[in-house]
Every structure is written in structure tokens, then in C-alpha cells.
């Protein structure tokens, strides 16, 4: 009788389990009905949520990500804005998404419900009835959804008529003591609470059903297919919905593998053998994928892709194509199988799921592709495999990237929300430092602790709640090492790794290294002893501080190296070795290469670059070679000597320049600059201009927000001319030869809706001293319309120059540039094709009117707006004052073609001061145009989309 009174107690305790293990676990029920001709899906859901907290809520907060489409104020577009991606600015309607909700019910009674007022993705839902701790609430909505474009993000209805969808319908957010929502900002890292998942679809019988739910039911309806699918502890799922399926499903041992990832001239076999060895080698190491199907997708690897791979032609291919393959079947399905399963906050905790992909990524190519080299079969060439780039481990990239940033100092924490990062850092450089981070630490705990708890961190944490303070526990436990280093100063800090062997002191049996510290962080550093290229001894010394002194036993060592496996992402490498043969053997040999190169730290690089230009028609095509010690990544000194024969003046021309920088962490200064550079051209026919300029600069950022683009700049320079005299050549003075010292304060923020831009500029002489302030505005409006705005004032406050000369005035139209900064085609040139070239500068007008220029001072304002997409109407106004004359008022107006803003637009005069200006004679020769080739320029219209 006890016993089976035990029995029936037991079964109770079992029974009561399972129904409050039903009762508390999150469910989203679901109903979608497909209209793909109107871009329609029409819905139906039951949310119940369990409130795990102590806390009674009577709000709760809803995830609609589809209305982050909605307008062009949503945090998306704001987001595609920052980064110029003009696409969804200038979208029509009718390729935006939306939802409209038409009911939200607790308990079939209305609930009250808005829109959070500048986050119309996220939805406020007043309860009816407060939730109690360790309660649920049950919702029932009905919504209609609009699909937008997927061109903007990739997710959405594509050109084709397919659907591809993610984070399309309503979801719960998370309340753990704090609401955690979030807007949409093309980041795929919507924090969704983990729930049992049942979806009924119904859509077109031509289309085929792609998703990693678990199919439960399917019928057809007349033209319609009606779908089940379900899922047990999901917190993610995509849908994709296609007219001639390119998804491919192979059903490994242990995981079925859906895939639509582009294989090209790879074999069936070979596909399903890669499948199965990059499947086998991810559970191998984290255990059995939860679910049923692993989904992996080509916006997945378009997201998320193996830079450099991405940036090359198809025709060039240094990797074998299976490995290319390879690789990017175990990016995406490492990525996927920790987001589905490592329940974190993504916004704010991105980088362990980063690092841990990382640090796997390239534990895989150390296990199976142990001799790849960063430039694969490229290595091998003759050209190429004298470059230290050749000599460089296939894994040696991931430092490389995040040294991209380190060196240029706009590096972010790793532990920084993820919307506050550059695109650069948040796509590269900080999934880059994380897993290098994991491989760092794991090389100073040793014995594969680390390697070890990543596997049964991530096995012991599947679908639970978890988090970077129960990560560091959790490692914490298996070592006595202190690696409060790693959380306090890798993870949560931007600070540098930098140390420098600064002393050596060595007997018959003993060696002592004072090393440096050159950052102020607490991270140690591995110290190797060398023979020749073996190791004799490796320790790993901790707490340095400032300096910090140990003595190693002696052996049979040769030399001392820091961090002679490069596990530790350092920021300078250059003094990190010592000899112990003798003084002079220290001093690094002198190595020159052709083409710019990666930092061989060892060596004293000089790099030799053909140059092959065409700067100004006086000087023709030009030839020269550069010498100079800039590498793939910045430095703080650089030095350049460029001498170059110039065809057209059968002359010898170039430049010269010598530049360091300071950078400073954790301040609005982020930099100065210092140096002095030097050239020698022709400035019209047999004419040459020497110029030489000492420079100083304070460049400022935000620095509690990089992503914003407003920036400061002082500069300080002196530019001294000399000019060949040439009496009949309009553009000289009586003085050929003079120097002007100029002050500048420039304050821009550049964005793609809102352009900012203003500078005060101060100029001193012998003969004259100046100041001027210019102005420029720029504004997109929402019917894709734009308006430029620029005002310019200068004044003279003291003037000696040569009353007839107007060589240092105020130019109306074409200014002489006589401190040589503009890149005119033909500055010396009164008529002809290069006289029409326009700089806006000073006056900024484009039809040539008189007076031309202003002696005393000047005020002028430049105007344009759309007529149709990149043809404008320009209007220029002025006042222009000379000495011992009335201020004259001046105007111009017409039409600017605008086929590359900034780089490459053409102005057509209509009406001015001179009147109808197209019915005067020779007015082709009034038509002027806007041209660079410069390639620095150039590369700004990618790298404001990066940094």
C-alpha cells in the first residue's frame, strides 16, 4: 500500500510538472494568408507569454519589425541613411512594408495599444488584466502585413515575385527585470524570447515552402496550399517562399542541412561530403543541434560573407573551389547553429557568439587546412611570393582586419551595443577581435581549458537563457589564472596591446628582460627564448604595469621575442625582439619591395611604386616611381619621395612629404598630425611653381558616438611658393615668390539626408592678411528632391597687394588658387576647354561675369534644387566690393546636371548679368564642368559607407 502511495505521489509531482512546464513555456500560434500579387500577408495570432520575473506587469511591449519599413523617419532608415544607402530614401511607396493592426485582444476584450512614438516598430499594449509573477498573458491579434522591398535589407518580396521573410510577424519582447526591445536597423539581432511555434500558411501551389520548422500538415485548397509547420523552443525562424526552389536538402547522420548557397562548380558528392564534415566537425564540438533542419541561406552569407573572398572577380580564384565552399558552409552554419541555440541578448552580447564562430572557424582551417596561406595559390607566383603577404597563414587575416581599425584608432569595444557600431566594426573588425580574443586566452590559460569550456559552455546552455557574466563564471571555474584581463580590459575597453622589450641584461646561465608596457591595460604577454628559429622556452609574464622585470634560465637561447606566435592582437610588433649576439645585430636590415606590402616587423621597409599620372595639362602624362614605408595598415610616421618626368614639360617634377601622428583614446581629440610635404610642377606652359608647407592638425569626433559623422578640424600650415616670373602670363604678380600663413577651423557633418558644412579660414602675409567664412547645406527631402545651399563672406583686413594685379582677390567665379590647392587641369588658362573647369570655391558662380574678382570683400550665395532626378536649377547672388568702387550686385543662374555629387557634374548657364546667356555667341565656351580622377576621392564614396 506505501508503495503504491509513493507511485501515485510520484506520478502527481510528474503530472504537475508537465502541466507548468506547458503552462509557462511562450507560444505563438499563427495563421497567414498570402496575397503575393498585392504584397499581402493577412494574419491571425494567439501570443502567450510567460512572465519569468517578480515583478506584476500591467504593459507589455510587442516586436512588429515589418513596420520598420513604414516610413523614411523609422530607425531603419535612419540607419541605411548613416551608412549612403540611398536605396530605401529614394523607394517608392509601394516598396515599403508596413503592418496595420485592426485588433489586439486579452481574453476576447480589446486592449488599449500604440506605437512608440519614435520607434514605430515597437508596440505598447496596455493589459486588461495585470500579469502576475510567474503568470501569462494570451493575446489574440489581427493585423495585415505589407512586404517590402528586399532589396533594402534582403528580406522581403524580391524582384522575381519570391518571398523571403524573417522577423515578418509579431513577437513578444523580453522581460527579465528590464524590457528589452529594440528597432530594426538591419542587424538580424531581434531579441525573441524562445517559444513553441505553430504556423498555418496558406500561398500559391507554384510556389514552393523553404523553412527550418518542422512540416506537420499539408493539404491543398483549390489554388492554394495550406501548410502546418511547427517548432519546439524556437527564438528565430525564416520563411522563404519561391517559384523555382534553388534549396537543396541533405540529410546527414545526426542533421538535415537545407541550403541554398551558391556551389557553383561544385559536385553533388562533393556538396553532400562537405555538408557532412563541416556538420560532423560542429557537433563534434557543441553536441547535437536541438532541432530537427539547419537552415542555411545566401542572405545569410551575403550578411555575413568571407571578406576579401567577396571583394575578388570570379575570374580570380585562389582558393580551390571546395574549400571556398567549405568555408562558407561553416561560417554560416556555426553562425546559425549559436544563434538558434545560445539564447542571448544580440544587441548588447553579439560578440561571444561572434567569437565563438571565429575561434571555431579558424580551428577548422588549422585541423584541415593547416599550410593555407592568406593568399592561397596566389603565393606561390613569382610576382607574388617575394611579399610578406605571401608568407602569412591563411588565419593570420582575422588580426589583419581588426588591425584596420586598431591602427586608425576607430576601434569600439567589443562589450558596445552593436546599432552603436561602425558598419566596419560591426561586419569585420570586432567578430575579428572576439574570436582572436578566445584563441588569446585560451594560448594564456593553456592546456585547452578554454577551447574545452567554449564546447560545454555552449552543450550545458542550449535554448537557456545565458549571458557574458555567466560565460565569465563559468570560465572562471576551470582555471586558477587571473583573466580578469580579458573581461575588464579586451572585452570592455578599446585599448591597444602594445608592449616593447626594453631591456636586456644576460650572464653564462641567465637573461633579464625589463618589458615595457606601452598601453596603460593589465594583459599579459607570452616571452619566447629563441635558437635560431626553435623555441627554447615560452612564459607568459602578468601584472607588468608600466615595466616589469624577470629573469629566465639562459639555455642555449640566441634571442628574445614577445608574442612570437602572434596569438595576442598587438598593435605594433616592431620592438618586440631582442638579440642576444650583440648590439648591432639589433639593428633591423634595410628591405625594399616593389608595391606596397604588409609590415614585415623584422625588416626596415621601403616600398617602390611605378607612377603613372596625369595631374595638369602643362606637365602632360607623368612617369616616376614612389619610395615610401606606408603599409596595407597605418602607421604612425610616414614618409614619401616621389620624383617623377612629366612628358609635357620634358621636365622633372614631384613630392616629397614627411607626416606623424598622435592618437588619443577616449577623447573628442582623436588625433594630431604634424609634418611637412613638398612639391615641384608646372603651373602653365614652361612655368614651374616650388611649394613647401609645414602643417599641423587637431582633428576632433564624437567620441560617445562614432557612427556620427560630424567632425572638427584646426589646421595650422605655412605655405611657401616660388613661382619661375613670367611677365606676360595674367595669373603672375609683381612678387612671384611668397609665403602665407593660413588657419583654418572646419566643422562638417556628412550624411546622406542632411549635409553640414562650415569653416572659418584666416590668412596672413606680407602683403595682406584676409578672413573668410563659408557655409554649405545640402538636404534630401522625402519626394527625393534636394536643395544645396552654400554662403560665402570673405574679406580683406589689410591689403598691399598691387592694385592692378588680382592674383591674391576674391575670385567670383574661378579662383587663381595661389596657395596651389585645387586640382586644376589648366590653371593658367584663360580660354579654351580647361578654363572651363569649376572649383567651388570662394564665389562658387559658374558664369564668368565682371567683376570677376574683389579686392576688398565679398559676399555671395549659391542655390540648386531637383528639377528631375539628377538635373538641377542653379541660381548664384553676390555682392562683389572693390576698392575705390560701389558694391555691385551680380547674379547668375541655370541648369547642373549632377552625375556624380561632388566628383562629376556640368553646369549650364541659362541667365545672369549678361543676360540670356544661351543666345550669346560661342556659349559653348560659357558651359562649365566638375571632374576628379583624384583616386583618394574617389575612395571616400566607399569609405563613408565602412567607417
Same mark, same amino acid.
Given at each position: 500500500?506505501?508503495?503504491?502511495?509513493?507511485?501515485?505521489?510520484?506520478?502527481?509531482?510528474?503530472?504537475?510538472?508537465?502541466?507548468?512546464?506547458?503552462?509557462?513555456?511562450?507560444?505563438?500560434?499563427?495563421?497567414?494568408?498570402?496575397?503575393?500579387?498585392?504584397?499581402?500577408?493577412?494574419?491571425?495570432?494567439?501570443?502567450?507569454?510567460?512572465?519569468?520575473?517578480?515583478?506584476?506587469?500591467?504593459?507589455?511591449?510587442?516586436?512588429?519589425?515589418?513596420?520598420?519599413?513604414?516610413?523614411?523617419?523609422?530607425?531603419?532608415?535612419?540607419?541605411?541613411?548613416?551608412?549612403?544607402?540611398?536605396?530605401?530614401?529614394?523607394?517608392?511607396?509601394?516598396?515599403?512594408?508596413?503592418?496595420?493592426?485592426?485588433?489586439?485582444?486579452?481574453?476576447?476584450?480589446?486592449?488599449?495599444?500604440?506605437?512608440?512614438?519614435?520607434?514605430?516598430?515597437?508596440?505598447?499594449?496596455?493589459?486588461?488584466?495585470?500579469?502576475?509573477?510567474?503568470?501569462?498573458?494570451?493575446?489574440?491579434?489581427?493585423?495585415?502585413?505589407?512586404?517590402?522591398?528586399?532589396?533594402?535589407?534582403?528580406?522581403?518580396?524580391?524582384?522575381?515575385?519570391?518571398?523571403?521573410?524573417?522577423?515578418?510577424?509579431?513577437?513578444?519582447?523580453?522581460?527579465?527585470?528590464?524590457?528589452?526591445?529594440?528597432?530594426?536597423?538591419?542587424?538580424?539581432?531581434?531579441?525573441?524570447?524562445?517559444?513553441?511555434?505553430?504556423?498555418?500558411?496558406?500561398?500559391?501551389?507554384?510556389?514552393?515552402?523553404?523553412?527550418?520548422?518542422?512540416?506537420?500538415?499539408?493539404?491543398?485548397?483549390?489554388?492554394?496550399?495550406?501548410?502546418?509547420?511547427?517548432?519546439?523552443?524556437?527564438?528565430?525562424?525564416?520563411?522563404?517562399?519561391?517559384?523555382?526552389?534553388?534549396?537543396?536538402?541533405?540529410?546527414?547522420?545526426?542533421?538535415?542541412?537545407?541550403?541554398?548557397?551558391?556551389?557553383?562548380?561544385?559536385?553533388?558528392?562533393?556538396?553532400?561530403?562537405?555538408?557532412?564534415?563541416?556538420?560532423?566537425?560542429?557537433?563534434?564540438?557543441?553536441?547535437?543541434?536541438?532541432?530537427?533542419?539547419?537552415?542555411?541561406?545566401?542572405?545569410?552569407?551575403?550578411?555575413?560573407?568571407?571578406? /576579401? %573572398?567577396?571583394?575578388?572577380?570570379?575570374?580570380? $580564384?585562389?582558393? *580551390?573551389?571546395?574549400? !571556398?565552399?567549405?568555408? @562558407?558552409? +561553416? &561560417?554560416?552554419?556555426?553562425?546559425?547553429?549559436?544563434?538558434?541555440?545560445?539564447?542571448?541578448?544580440?544587441?548588447?552580447?553579439?560578440?561571444?557568439?561572434?567569437?565563438?564562430?571565429?575561434?571555431?572557424?579558424?580551428?577548422?582551417?588549422?585541423?584541415?587546412?593547416?599550410?593555407?596561406?592568406?593568399?592561397?595559390?596566389?603565393?606561390?607566383?613569382?610576382?607574388?611570393?617575394?611579399?610578406?603577404?605571401?608568407?602569412?597563414?591563411?588565419?593570420?587575416?582575422?588580426?589583419?582586419?581588426?588591425?584596420?581599425?586598431?591602427?586608425?584608432?576607430?576601434?569600439?569595444?567589443?562589450?558596445?551595443?552593436?546599432?552603436?557600431?561602425?558598419?566596419?566594426?560591426?561586419?569585420?573588425?570586432?567578430?575579428?577581435?572576439?574570436?582572436?580574443?578566445?584563441?588569446?586566452?585560451?594560448?594564456?590559460?593553456?592546456?585547452?581549458?578554454?577551447?574545452? /569550456? %567554449?564546447?560545454?559552455?555552449?552543450?550545458?546552455? $542550449?535554448?537557456? *537563457?545565458?549571458?557574458? !557574466?555567466?560565460?565569465? @563564471?563559468? +570560465? &572562471?571555474?576551470?582555471?586558477?589564472?587571473?583573466?580578469?584581463?580579458?573581461?575588464?580590459?579586451?572585452?570592455?575597453?578599446?585599448?591597444?596591446?602594445?608592449?616593447?622589450?626594453?631591456?636586456?641584461?644576460?650572464?653564462?646561465?641567465?637573461?633579464?628582460?625589463?618589458?615595457?608596457?606601452?598601453?596603460?591595460?593589465?594583459?599579459?604577454?607570452?616571452?619566447?627564448?629563441?635558437?635560431?628559429?626553435?623555441?627554447?622556452?615560452?612564459?607568459?609574464?602578468?601584472?607588468?604595469?608600466?615595466?616589469?622585470?624577470?629573469?629566465?634560465?639562459?639555455?642555449?637561447?640566441?634571442?628574445?621575442?614577445?608574442?612570437?606566435?602572434?596569438?595576442?592582437?598587438?598593435?605594433?610588433?616592431?620592438?618586440?625582439?631582442?638579440?642576444?649576439?650583440?648590439?648591432?645585430?639589433?639593428?633591423?636590415?634595410?628591405?625594399?619591395?616593389?608595391?606596397?606590402?604588409?609590415?614585415?616587423?623584422?625588416?626596415?621597409?621601403?616600398?617602390?611604386? *611605378?607612377?603613372?599620372?596625369?595631374?595638369?595639362?602643362?606637365?602632360?602624362?607623368?612617369?616616376?616611381?614612389?619610395?615610401?614605408?606606408?603599409?596595407?595598415?597605418?602607421?604612425?610616421?610616414?614618409?614619401?619621395?616621389?620624383?617623377?618626368?612629366?612628358?609635357?614639360?620634358?621636365?622633372?617634377?614631384?613630392?616629397?612629404?614627411?607626416?606623424?601622428?598622435?592618437?588619443?583614446?577616449?577623447?573628442?581629440?582623436?588625433?594630431?598630425?604634424?609634418?611637412?610635404?613638398?612639391?615641384?610642377?608646372?603651373?602653365?606652359?614652361?612655368?614651374?611653381?616650388?611649394?613647401?608647407?609645414?602643417?599641423?592638425?587637431?582633428?576632433?569626433?564624437?567620441?560617445?558616438?562614432?557612427?556620427?559623422?560630424?567632425?572638427?578640424?584646426?589646421?595650422?600650415?605655412?605655405?611657401?611658393?616660388?613661382?619661375?616670373?613670367?611677365?606676360?602670363?595674367?595669373?603672375?604678380?609683381?612678387?612671384?615668390?611668397?609665403?602665407?600663413?593660413?588657419?583654418?577651423?572646419?566643422?562638417?557633418?556628412?550624411?546622406?539626408?542632411?549635409?553640414?558644412?562650415?569653416?572659418?579660414?584666416?590668412?596672413?602675409?606680407?602683403?595682406?592678411?584676409?578672413?573668410?567664412?563659408?557655409?554649405?547645406?545640402?538636404?534630401?527631402?522625402?519626394?527625393?528632391?534636394?536643395?544645396?545651399?552654400?554662403?560665402?563672406?570673405?574679406?580683406?583686413?589689410?591689403?598691399?597687394?598691387?592694385?592692378?594685379?588680382?592674383?591674391?582677390?576674391?575670385?567670383?567665379?574661378?579662383?587663381?588658387?595661389?596657395?596651389?590647392?585645387?586640382?586644376?587641369?589648366?590653371?593658367?588658362?584663360?580660354?579654351?576647354?580647361?578654363?572651363?573647369?569649376?572649383?567651388?570655391?570662394?564665389?562658387?558662380?559658374?558664369?564668368?561675369?565682371?567683376?570677376?574678382?574683389?579686392?576688398?570683400?565679398?559676399?555671395?550665395?549659391?542655390?540648386?534644387?531637383?528639377?528631375?532626378?539628377?538635373?538641377?536649377?542653379?541660381?548664384?547672388?553676390?555682392?562683389?566690393?572693390?576698392?575705390?568702387?560701389?558694391?555691385?550686385?551680380?547674379?547668375?543662374?541655370?541648369?547642373?546636371?549632377?552625375?556624380?555629387?561632388?566628383?562629376?557634374?556640368?553646369?549650364?548657364?541659362?541667365?545672369?548679368?549678361?543676360?540670356?546667356?544661351m543666345g550669346l555667341p560661342n556659349y559653348a565656351q560659357s558651359i562649365r564642368f566638375r571632374f576628379t580622377l583624384d583616386p583618394k576621392s574617389l575612395l571616400g564614396l566607399f569609405r563613408r559607407r565602412w567607417f
Amino acid at each position: 500500500m506505501l508503495l503504491k502511495l509513493k507511485i501515485r505521489f510520484f506520478n502527481c509531482i510528474i503530472f504537475f510538472l508537465i502541466c507548468y512546464a506547458s503552462f509557462s513555456q511562450n507560444k505563438i500560434d499563427l495563421q497567414a494568408k498570402f496575397d503575393i500579387e498585392n504584397k499581402q500577408i493577412k494574419i491571425t495570432q494567439t501570443i502567450q507569454y510567460h512572465n519569468d520575473s517578480q515583478e506584476a506587469l500591467k504593459s507589455i511591449y510587442l516586436s512588429d519589425w515589418n513596420n520598420s519599413y513604414s516610413t523614411k523617419k523609422t530607425p531603419l532608415a535612419v540607419r541605411l541613411a548613416e551608412e549612403y544607402n540611398n536605396t530605401f530614401h529614394l523607394a517608392k511607396n509601394k516598396d515599403r512594408g508596413f503592418s496595420v493592426i485592426t485588433s489586439i485582444k486579452q481574453n476576447n476584450s480589446d486592449v488599449t495599444f500604440e506605437r512608440l512614438k519614435n520607434q514605430t516598430d515597437i508596440i505598447k499594449v496596455e493589459l486588461n488584466e495585470t500579469l502576475q509573477p510567474n503568470s501569462s498573458y494570451t493575446l489574440q491579434l489581427e493585423y495585415l502585413v505589407q512586404v517590402p522591398n528586399a532589396k533594402f535589407t534582403g528580406y522581403g518580396l524580391k524582384t522575381n515575385g519570391d518571398l523571403n521573410l524573417r522577423y515578418w510577424y509579431i513577437t513578444p519582447a523580453v522581460y527579465d527585470g528590464t524590457w528589452h526591445y529594440y528597432s530594426n536597423k538591419n542587424l538580424d539581432d531581434l531579441y525573441i524570447p524562445k517559444s513553441d511555434v505553430s504556423i498555418k500558411l496558406e500561398y500559391p501551389t507554384n510556389y514552393k515552402l523553404t523553412s527550418d520548422l518542422n512540416l506537420s500538415k499539408s493539404t491543398q485548397i483549390n489554388d492554394n496550399q495550406v501548410v502546418v509547420l511547427s517548432g519546439k523552443n524556437r527564438n528565430t525562424n525564416k520563411l522563404f517562399l519561391s517559384k523555382r526552389t534553388q534549396y537543396k536538402t541533405i540529410q546527414g547522420d545526426e542533421l538535415q542541412i537545407v541550403s541554398d548557397i551558391n556551389s557553383e562548380g561544385i559536385s553533388l558528392i562533393d556538396k553532400v561530403l562537405i555538408l557532412e564534415k563541416t556538420t560532423k566537425f560542429i557537433t563534434n564540438n557543441f553536441g547535437k543541434y536541438p532541432h530537427k533542419t539547419l537552415l542555411l541561406s545566401q542572405i545569410d552569407y551575403e550578411k555575413d560573407p568571407i571578406y /576579401g %573572398l567577396n571583394f575578388l572577380p570570379k575570374f580570380i $580564384k585562389p582558393y *580551390p573551389n571546395n574549400f !571556398q565552399y567549405e568555408l @562558407k558552409i +561553416l &561560417k554560416i552554419a556555426l553562425h546559425n547553429y549559436l544563434e538558434n541555440t545560445l539564447l542571448i541578448n544580440p544587441r548588447t552580447e553579439q560578440w561571444l557568439i561572434d567569437g565563438i564562430q571565429i575561434f571555431y572557424a579558424m580551428k577548422y582551417v588549422e585541423t584541415f587546412y593547416p599550410d593555407m596561406k592568406f593568399l592561397g595559390s596566389i603565393s606561390d607566383t613569382w610576382l607574388i611570393r617575394s611579399f610578406h603577404a605571401a608568407e602569412m597563414d591563411f588565419n593570420d587575416k582575422y588580426i589583419l582586419a581588426y588591425m584596420i581599425m586598431a591602427r586608425s584608432n576607430r576601434d569600439q569595444k567589443l562589450t558596445k551595443p552593436t546599432d552603436s557600431l561602425l558598419k566596419f566594426n560591426r561586419n569585420i573588425a570586432n567578430k575579428y577581435k572576439a574570436g582572436v580574443g578566445l584563441r588569446y586566452l585560451d594560448d594564456f590559460v593553456n592546456q585547452d581549458i578554454v577551447e574545452k /569550456g %567554449l564546447e560545454s559552455f555552449v552543450r550545458d546552455n $542550449k535554448l537557456k *537563457p545565458t549571458s557574458t !557574466q555567466a560565460f565569465e @563564471k563559468y +570560465l &572562471k571555474s576551470l582555471t586558477e589564472k587571473d583573466i580578469n584581463w580579458f573581461f575588464n580590459d579586451y572585452l570592455d575597453t578599446s585599448k591597444k596591446i602594445d608592449f616593447k622589450i626594453k631591456d636586456v641584461i644576460k650572464t653564462e646561465d641567465s637573461i633579464t628582460i625589463t618589458i615595457k608596457n606601452k598601453r596603460n591595460n593589465n594583459m599579459p604577454v607570452s616571452l619566447y627564448a629563441l635558437e635560431n628559429d626553435s623555441i627554447v622556452s615560452k612564459v607568459w609574464v602578468e601584472n607588468i604595469g608600466n615595466e616589469k622585470t624577470v629573469t629566465i634560465a639562459r639555455k642555449e637561447a640566441n634571442k628574445l621575442v614577445l608574442n612570437y606566435n602572434n596569438k595576442i592582437p598587438e598593435i605594433n610588433l616592431r620592438d618586440n625582439w631582442k638579440s642576444l649576439k650583440g648590439f648591432f645585430f639589433n639593428n633591423k636590415p634595410l628591405q625594399f619591395r616593389l608595391f606596397k606590402d604588409l609590415e614585415d616587423p623584422y625588416y626596415n621597409q621601403v616600398f617602390l611604386m *611605378p607612377i603613372i599620372e596625369f595631374n595638369n595639362i602643362y606637365d602632360g602624362l607623368t612617369l616616376g616611381v614612389k619610395a615610401y614605408n606606408k603599409t596595407l595598415l597605418k602607421k604612425r610616421f610616414n614618409y614619401k619621395i616621389a620624383p617623377k618626368y612629366s612628358i609635357g614639360s620634358n621636365a622633372l617634377t614631384g613630392s616629397l612629404s614627411v607626416l606623424n601622428t598622435h592618437y588619443f583614446e577616449n577623447q573628442d581629440l582623436y588625433s594630431i598630425r604634424y609634418g611637412i610635404g613638398a612639391g615641384y610642377s608646372s603651373y602653365a606652359e614652361d612655368l614651374f611653381v616650388r611649394k613647401v608647407t609645414p602643417v599641423l592638425t587637431f582633428q576632433f569626433r564624437e567620441n560617445a558616438d562614432y557612427r556620427s559623422n560630424k567632425n572638427k578640424t584646426i589646421l595650422f600650415r605655412y605655405v611657401d611658393i616660388h613661382r619661375d616670373k613670367d611677365i606676360t602670363n595674367v595669373l603672375t604678380s609683381d612678387e612671384p615668390n611668397y609665403g602665407v600663413f593660413n588657419a583654418r577651423y572646419i566643422h562638417s557633418n556628412d550624411n546622406l539626408i542632411t549635409y553640414n558644412r562650415w569653416y572659418t579660414d584666416f590668412q596672413l602675409s606680407k602683403e595682406f592678411s584676409k578672413l573668410a567664412f563659408n557655409y554649405e547645406y545640402r538636404h534630401l527631402f522625402e519626394n527625393n528632391s534636394q536643395l544645396n545651399l552654400r554662403f560665402y563672406a570673405g574679406a580683406f583686413l589689410s591689403n598691399k597687394t598691387d592694385p592692378n594685379s588680382d592674383y591674391f582677390s576674391f575670385a567670383l567665379d574661378r579662383p587663381t588658387d595661389y596657395l596651389f590647392d585645387y586640382n586644376y587641369l589648366g590653371r593658367s588658362e584663360s580660354s579654351g576647354l580647361f578654363s572651363q573647369q569649376y572649383i567651388p570655391a570662394e564665389g562658387g558662380f559658374k558664369s564668368k561675369l565682371d567683376p570677376g574678382f574683389a579686392n576688398q570683400w565679398m559676399s555671395t550665395l549659391n542655390a540648386s534644387t531637383t528639377l528631375w532626378r539628377y538635373i538641377l536649377l542653379y541660381g548664384d547672388i553676390g555682392l562683389v566690393k572693390n576698392n575705390t568702387v560701389s558694391p555691385k550686385f551680380v547674379y547668375d543662374s541655370g541648369i547642373r546636371i549632377d552625375l556624380v555629387t561632388d566628383y562629376f557634374e556640368i553646369y549650364l548657364p541659362v541667365y545672369s548679368n549678361l543676360g540670356w546667356e544661351m543666345g550669346l555667341p560661342n556659349y559653348a565656351q560659357s558651359i562649365r564642368f566638375r571632374f576628379t580622377l583624384d583616386p583618394k576621392s574617389l575612395l571616400g564614396l566607399f569609405r563613408r559607407r565602412w567607417f
